[in-house]
């Protein structure tokens, strides 16, 4: 007997079971459901699809309406139908016009594209009376017959209408033909007609829309009532038995399940969708296999989902099993990394550390070493002092030659230097200075003297504040204190040329100032001479008028003095007496002196003044052939009161040729010698002036007989401001005046002079450019 | 001066092209089948190309430098003029006149005389007999007691086709040659004679505006017109218009300026490269 309680457990596990089983009807019947949903949904979306290529096909093949409403609004049909009413013929202008309109269509047929190639792949106009007006198409494509456009031609619709060239059987020559009455003046004249291939449309509209939909699940294609217009390379390879597809006649608007058979015969289950383009004879149907669509049997499910959920079950025990055996090794292996990571870290921390501390002391090595620093740390009480090598090299030394005694630093510093030095470390270490800093020199091995910056500090120091220990650097500062040094050469050297610079700029002013001041006295004794010439010029008229007159009456009064004997004696007596009286006798006499020399004094007077102009010559200012003689002359008489209570003048005046210079200037240079000369003589001595050629050269001399020029101030009578006349009496500018104007002149000037003896300026200046 | 030739204008460094805008040979706009050639003249000869715009009454003595007077096939000579140019190219037809004063280059384009009237007119087109003699005597004896327009010292001087044997009101303008059509629009008179070139242009223009009648010369030729003296220059046209109807340039210009000119002169242009 079953217990009762094992009973209940069996029912309990047949409830269990028959739960399960509902459950997995349930699931079967939803899924069959759900199969059914996804077929209508596939079936739906092939309509859609369908119907979506179609209506753009459509559209496409309505815009092809409006393509010929162009062509017959063309101005050539227009023209041609126009000439043609006037009666033109063809060889006489008519022609011309067939022409224009063949040109034309055949433009218009290059000009539409579909994709890359001419959609229209031919246009035709042909008249009334059948005649080919036209007829444009791509080369190598046969004449259209007449016959054959007949068929295209409706002379009373006046609307676009479509046929279909079927062209050779599966040759994808299949054509869209088009035509379109032409109307001239509201009468039928003539067709167009046009030609579309049905494989571009099929690959453009069907195909290449269609190429996620020519899949090897469905096929789109294009046909009319007699024949697909695709060839079996247009659909791939489609599971659709293209070689068996129904007569195109067959197939009808909507949705139709028909069986097909494949290469092998076997029987394809098949939905189609057809779609008719509206207005044209075409047709678009879309076909696709049931077969991937049926429902699998219930006991096929179950067997199926059973399986299935024993293979689940097998599945989870070996996974939970596993998943232990993995979670307590992959516990183990946790441990262990963890314990492996911590001992990672520490070791990273310690490389870090390691890696801190040497980057650390490489850091600081080059710090030092980069900063060529030298250091020294001093231990107070017993004067031992540690070098480093960069102190020792510093000075020339290896670190080994040097004694670790404060004694060795001590007798490296420069004795000129160590007072200094040892006050401010003094300081320091009495705690009066934060920092013991000092400039000093130290020997080098080789014996040099170098500059070094010595810094340091106090470092440690007992509990009473005596210093224990001192540490510090060494800076080679040697080439800093040399560009000190040189840079205060260089300052000083600058404050004496910019101190030169002005004295030189206070002699040019002042140059310009002189030469300006003699420019004027130069124009206003020039003025003065022109002033004074005028009136001269009467006056000595006059005086050699009043010579004449003089003569004529002393001649007179001769005569009549002879005449006197025939007068009575008492009037002769009275006469004479009258003569004695007013000293007439004296009178005649003196009166031709008195006139000679008021003739000479204004013949002096104009020679003056025409000297006066000649050494001015205001007006000449350019370099010209000069005569020096004259220049020698004119400027004698200018100067002869400086001249003739201190010296005699003797002229040597040469046979000489014209010089080429400024007169002018040669004139001032000529009165600056000869005032020169006579300021130096004391009392009275002579001033020579000789001139004379030596070759193409004049040359002038001016000499004097005064008390000369002592050696050492001889180097410098040109110099500016340089005079041995008291002051007050020259600017010290005369003969560097005269240095510039000859030098200008394109000359030289020299002296010499023998103290107490005199002195002798020479000249020398080129001979005139006409005299070469 | 004299038009140049060739050494001439190799040492001038310059190709002086006397043109008249005419037709589609000398637009008016900087192009035109002459210009294009005569451009491309001068590069053949290495020179600069340069326009020189002239007139019908004075384009022969532009060239020449001499003033001629034309009467009927026979030309003479009145009066000196200073030359401007060196090349007449400007669909400038081939007359027995004008071949005693300058030298014609090979035929460039064909060309004939037609009668053109208005659309209005009463005056039918002729029917063609297929003989060219028939059509012209046909053509001229509807011109009787009507105005026809024409132009002196051009391809449509009357003297030329003996108009005033007609017994049309022949009126001599003094405009352009491409003003012919329009002044028949306008109503200057009821026919006009055109050549062919200008003829076909018109009809394009003016479509319903203009018939053509018919035919009142034999089939002419247009060419490039030189100097008598410039012997070389003509040579060396004549060469270089041989290498542009090999390599296809004259034909494309032909095209370019005058597309139906090949299919209404098929004869003319048979065999030219395209």
């Given at each position: 007997m079953i217990p009762v309680k094992r009973l209940r457990l069996r029912g309990a596990l047949f409830l269990i079971n028959l739960l399960l089983l509902g459950y997995l009807g349930f699931l079967l019947l939803n899924l069959y459901s759900s199969h059914e949903r996804i077929h209508n949904a596939a079936v739906e979306q092939l309509q859609h699809n369908t119907e979506k290529r179609a209506l753009v096909l459509e559209s496409f093949l309505l815009d092809r309406t409006e393509d010929l409403i162009d062509l017959s609004e063309k101005q050539q049909l227009l023209a041609y139908f126009e000439n043609l009413s006037l009666g033109m013929s063809l060889e006489y202008g008519l022609g011309a016009s067939v022409n224009d309109l063949r040109a034309s269509l055949d433009r218009y047929r290059l000009r539409k594209k579909l994709g890359s190639s001419p959609l229209y792949k031919r246009i035709v106009f042909v008249d009334?009376?059948?005649?080919?007006l036209a007829d444009v198409h791509a080369d190598g494509s046969n004449k259209v017959k007449i016959a054959t456009l007949r068929r295209y031609i409706?002379?009373?619709?006046?609307i676009v209408r479509y046929h279909i060239?079927?062209?050779?059987?599966?040759?994808?020559q299949a054509q869209l033909v088009l035509s379109y009455p032409y109307l001239f003046k509201e009468r039928y004249a003539g067709s167009l007609i046009v030609w579309i291939s049905l494989a571009d449309l099929y690959d453009r509209f069907v195909r290449a829309d269609g190429?996620?939909?020519?899949?090897r699940d469905s096929i789109s294609l294009l046909h009319d009532n007699e024949a697909?217009?695709?060839?079996?390379?247009?659909?791939?390879?489609?599971?659709?038995p293209f070689g068996s597809l129904?007569?195109?006649?067959?197939l009808k608007r909507d949705r139709q399940v028909m069986t097909l058979h494949d290469e092998d015969n076997r029987a394809v289950s098949v939905l189609s969708a057809s779609i008719p383009l509206t207005g044209t004879p075409l047709m678009l149907t879309s076909f696709i296999p049931l077969e991937r669509n049926q429902l699998a049997s219930p006991l096929q499910l179950v067997l199926t989902t059973g399986a299935i959920g024993l293979l689940i079950l097998a599945g989870t025990v070996v996974l939970i099993r596993t998943d232990m055996n993995s979670r307590l090794i992959e516990t183990r292996l946790d441990e262990a990394r963890i314990r492996e990571e911590a001992m990672a870290d520490q070791n990273r921390m310690l490389y870090a550390t390691t890696v801190e501390l040497k980057e650390s002391k490489e850091k600081l090595t080059l710090a030092l070493e980069g900063a060529d620093l030298g250091l020294w740390s001093w231990h107070i009480p017993s004067g031992k002092v540690d070098f480093n090598e960069q102190w020792a090299a510093m000075l020339g030394?290896?670190?080994?030659?040097?004694?670790?005694?404060v004694s060795a630093w001590e007798s490296l510093v420069h004795p000129d230097d160590m007072l200094h030095v040892q006050q401010v470390l003094k300081l320091h270490l009495a705690g009066n200075s934060a920092l013991y800093e000092t400039e000093h020199r130290c020997r080098t091995k080789s014996g040099e003297w170098l500059w070094i910056l010595d810094r340091g500090r106090v470092v440690e120091r007992d509990?009473?504040?005596?210093?224990?220990r001192m540490a510090g650097t060494h800076l080679d500062i040697n080439d800093r204190k040399l560009a000190e040094e040189r840079l205060l050469q260089l300052n000083n050297d600058l404050e004496q040329r910019v101190q030169e610079e002005v004295t030189k700029n206070r002699q040019k002013d002042a140059f310009m100032l002189q030469q300006d001041k003699m420019a004027s006295i130069g124009q206003l004794a020039a003025g003065v001479a022109h002033e004074i010439n005028n009136p001269m010029g009467f006056i000595i008229s006059n005086l050699g008028t009043l010579t004449k007159y003089t003569q004529a009456l002393t001649t007179y009064i001769e005569s009549y003095e002879q005449q006197?004997?025939?007068?009575?004696v008492e009037e002769q007596q009275r006469l004479e007496a009258l003569k004695k009286q007013l000293d007439v006798g004296f009178i005649v006499s003196d009166i031709s002196a008195l006139l000679s020399e008021s003739q000479e004094g204004a013949d002096r007077v104009k020679q003056i003044v025409l000297d006066l102009k000649d050494f001015t010559r205001a007006d000449e200012v350019t370099v010209k052939d000069t005569d020096l003689n004259q220049c020698v002359r004119s400027t004698i008489n200018i100067v002869r009161n400086e001249l003739k209570y201190v010296a005699q003048l003797d002229l040597q005046l040469g046979d000489i040729p014209p010089v080429l210079c400024n007169p002018q200037q040669i004139n001032q240079v000529i009165t600056n010698l000869l005032v020169n000369a006579a300021h130096a003589i004391d009392g009275h001595g002579s001033i020579t002036v000789v001139t004379r050629q030596e070759g193409q050269k004049v040359v002038l001399t001016v000499a004097d007989t005064g008390k000369g020029i002592e050696p050492e101030l001889i180097k410098r009578i040109?110099?500016?401001?340089?005079?041995?006349?008291?002051?007050?009496?020259?600017?010290?500018?005369g003969l560097t005046i005269s240095y510039d104007m000859v030098k200008r002149n394109g000359g030289e000037i020299s002296v010499e002079s023998e103290l107490g003896k005199g002195t002798i300026f020479t000249v020398t200046l080129p001979v005139g450019e006409g005299e070469r | 001066m004299t038009a140049g030739d060739l050494d001439d204008i190799k040492t001038r460094g310059v190709l002086r092209h006397l043109g008249i805008p005419?037709?589609?040979?000398?637009?008016?706009?900087?192009?035109?089948f002459e210009v294009e050639m005569t451009q491309k003249f001068a590069e053949f000869l290495g020179v600069k190309y340069q326009f020189v715009k002239t007139e019908w009454g004075t384009v022969v003595q532009d060239l020449t430098g001499k003033v001629v007077k034309s009467k009927g096939s026979d030309v003479e000579v009145i009066g000196e003029a200073p030359v401007k140019g060196d090349i007449i190219a400007n669909g400038f037809t081939v007359l027995p006149w004008r071949e005693k004063i300058v030298n014609f280059s090979v035929p460039t384009f064909p060309s004939q005389i037609w009668l053109i009237a208005r659309a209005d007119s009463k005056v039918r087109p002729i029917k063609p007999s297929l003989k060219i003699e028939k059509d012209i005597a046909a053509t001229k004896a509807l011109m009787k007691n009507r105005s026809v327009l024409s132009m002196e010292n051009?391809?449509?001087?009357p003297r030329l086709y003996n108009?005033?044997?007609?017994?049309a009101k022949v009126i001599c303008t003094?405009?352009?040659?491409?003003e012919m059509a329009p002044a028949l629009i306008k109503g200057d008179a009821e026919m006009t004679i055109l050549d062919v070139p200008d003829a076909l242009i018109a009809l394009q223009k003016w479509p319903g505006k203009l018939k053509i009648i018919g035919p009142v010369s034999d089939k002419q030729k247009m060419a490039p017109a030189f100097a008598k003296e410039s012997r070389e220059l003509l040579a060396a046209y004549n060469r270089f218009l041989e290498k542009t109807r090999k390599d296809g340039t004259y034909m494309r210009l032909i095209n370019k300026y005058y597309p139906t000119a090949y299919s209404f002169f098929p004869d003319f242009f048979k065999g030219l490269k395209q």
């Amino acid at each position: 007997m079953i217990p009762v309680k094992r009973l209940r457990l069996r029912g309990a596990l047949f409830l269990i079971n028959l739960l399960l089983l509902g459950y997995l009807g349930f699931l079967l019947l939803n899924l069959y459901s759900s199969h059914e949903r996804i077929h209508n949904a596939a079936v739906e979306q092939l309509q859609h699809n369908t119907e979506k290529r179609a209506l753009v096909l459509e559209s496409f093949l309505l815009d092809r309406t409006e393509d010929l409403i162009d062509l017959s609004e063309k101005q050539q049909l227009l023209a041609y139908f126009e000439n043609l009413s006037l009666g033109m013929s063809l060889e006489y202008g008519l022609g011309a016009s067939v022409n224009d309109l063949r040109a034309s269509l055949d433009r218009y047929r290059l000009r539409k594209k579909l994709g890359s190639s001419p959609l229209y792949k031919r246009i035709v106009f042909v008249d009334a009376e059948n005649n080919v007006l036209a007829d444009v198409h791509a080369d190598g494509s046969n004449k259209v017959k007449i016959a054959t456009l007949r068929r295209y031609i409706s002379r009373r619709s006046q609307i676009v209408r479509y046929h279909i060239d079927h062209g050779e059987p599966r040759s994808g020559q299949a054509q869209l033909v088009l035509s379109y009455p032409y109307l001239f003046k509201e009468r039928y004249a003539g067709s167009l007609i046009v030609w579309i291939s049905l494989a571009d449309l099929y690959d453009r509209f069907v195909r290449a829309d269609g190429a996620k939909n020519n899949t090897r699940d469905s096929i789109s294609l294009l046909h009319d009532n007699e024949a697909y217009f695709c060839t079996a390379s247009n659909v791939g390879h489609s599971r659709i038995p293209f070689g068996s597809l129904p007569e195109p006649s067959l197939l009808k608007r909507d949705r139709q399940v028909m069986t097909l058979h494949d290469e092998d015969n076997r029987a394809v289950s098949v939905l189609s969708a057809s779609i008719p383009l509206t207005g044209t004879p075409l047709m678009l149907t879309s076909f696709i296999p049931l077969e991937r669509n049926q429902l699998a049997s219930p006991l096929q499910l179950v067997l199926t989902t059973g399986a299935i959920g024993l293979l689940i079950l097998a599945g989870t025990v070996v996974l939970i099993r596993t998943d232990m055996n993995s979670r307590l090794i992959e516990t183990r292996l946790d441990e262990a990394r963890i314990r492996e990571e911590a001992m990672a870290d520490q070791n990273r921390m310690l490389y870090a550390t390691t890696v801190e501390l040497k980057e650390s002391k490489e850091k600081l090595t080059l710090a030092l070493e980069g900063a060529d620093l030298g250091l020294w740390s001093w231990h107070i009480p017993s004067g031992k002092v540690d070098f480093n090598e960069q102190w020792a090299a510093m000075l020339g030394y290896q670190l080994s030659e040097l004694d670790s005694d404060v004694s060795a630093w001590e007798s490296l510093v420069h004795p000129d230097d160590m007072l200094h030095v040892q006050q401010v470390l003094k300081l320091h270490l009495a705690g009066n200075s934060a920092l013991y800093e000092t400039e000093h020199r130290c020997r080098t091995k080789s014996g040099e003297w170098l500059w070094i910056l010595d810094r340091g500090r106090v470092v440690e120091r007992d509990s009473a504040g005596a210093p224990i220990r001192m540490a510090g650097t060494h800076l080679d500062i040697n080439d800093r204190k040399l560009a000190e040094e040189r840079l205060l050469q260089l300052n000083n050297d600058l404050e004496q040329r910019v101190q030169e610079e002005v004295t030189k700029n206070r002699q040019k002013d002042a140059f310009m100032l002189q030469q300006d001041k003699m420019a004027s006295i130069g124009q206003l004794a020039a003025g003065v001479a022109h002033e004074i010439n005028n009136p001269m010029g009467f006056i000595i008229s006059n005086l050699g008028t009043l010579t004449k007159y003089t003569q004529a009456l002393t001649t007179y009064i001769e005569s009549y003095e002879q005449q006197l004997t025939v007068l009575p004696v008492e009037e002769q007596q009275r006469l004479e007496a009258l003569k004695k009286q007013l000293d007439v006798g004296f009178i005649v006499s003196d009166i031709s002196a008195l006139l000679s020399e008021s003739q000479e004094g204004a013949d002096r007077v104009k020679q003056i003044v025409l000297d006066l102009k000649d050494f001015t010559r205001a007006d000449e200012v350019t370099v010209k052939d000069t005569d020096l003689n004259q220049c020698v002359r004119s400027t004698i008489n200018i100067v002869r009161n400086e001249l003739k209570y201190v010296a005699q003048l003797d002229l040597q005046l040469g046979d000489i040729p014209p010089v080429l210079c400024n007169p002018q200037q040669i004139n001032q240079v000529i009165t600056n010698l000869l005032v020169n000369a006579a300021h130096a003589i004391d009392g009275h001595g002579s001033i020579t002036v000789v001139t004379r050629q030596e070759g193409q050269k004049v040359v002038l001399t001016v000499a004097d007989t005064g008390k000369g020029i002592e050696p050492e101030l001889i180097k410098r009578i040109f110099e500016p401001f340089f005079t041995t006349k008291p002051v007050g009496q020259g600017t010290g500018l005369g003969l560097t005046i005269s240095y510039d104007m000859v030098k200008r002149n394109g000359g030289e000037i020299s002296v010499e002079s023998e103290l107490g003896k005199g002195t002798i300026f020479t000249v020398t200046l080129p001979v005139g450019e006409g005299e070469r | 001066m004299t038009a140049g030739d060739l050494d001439d204008i190799k040492t001038r460094g310059v190709l002086r092209h006397l043109g008249i805008p005419y037709a589609n040979f000398v637009t008016g706009s900087g192009d035109g089948f002459e210009v294009e050639m005569t451009q491309k003249f001068a590069e053949f000869l290495g020179v600069k190309y340069q326009f020189v715009k002239t007139e019908w009454g004075t384009v022969v003595q532009d060239l020449t430098g001499k003033v001629v007077k034309s009467k009927g096939s026979d030309v003479e000579v009145i009066g000196e003029a200073p030359v401007k140019g060196d090349i007449i190219a400007n669909g400038f037809t081939v007359l027995p006149w004008r071949e005693k004063i300058v030298n014609f280059s090979v035929p460039t384009f064909p060309s004939q005389i037609w009668l053109i009237a208005r659309a209005d007119s009463k005056v039918r087109p002729i029917k063609p007999s297929l003989k060219i003699e028939k059509d012209i005597a046909a053509t001229k004896a509807l011109m009787k007691n009507r105005s026809v327009l024409s132009m002196e010292n051009t391809c449509l001087d009357p003297r030329l086709y003996n108009l005033s044997e007609t017994g049309a009101k022949v009126i001599c303008t003094k405009g352009q040659l491409n003003e012919m059509a329009p002044a028949l629009i306008k109503g200057d008179a009821e026919m006009t004679i055109l050549d062919v070139p200008d003829a076909l242009i018109a009809l394009q223009k003016w479509p319903g505006k203009l018939k053509i009648i018919g035919p009142v010369s034999d089939k002419q030729k247009m060419a490039p017109a030189f100097a008598k003296e410039s012997r070389e220059l003509l040579a060396a046209y004549n060469r270089f218009l041989e290498k542009t109807r090999k390599d296809g340039t004259y034909m494309r210009l032909i095209n370019k300026y005058y597309p139906t000119a090949y299919s209404f002169f098929p004869d003319f242009f048979k065999g030219l490269k395209q």
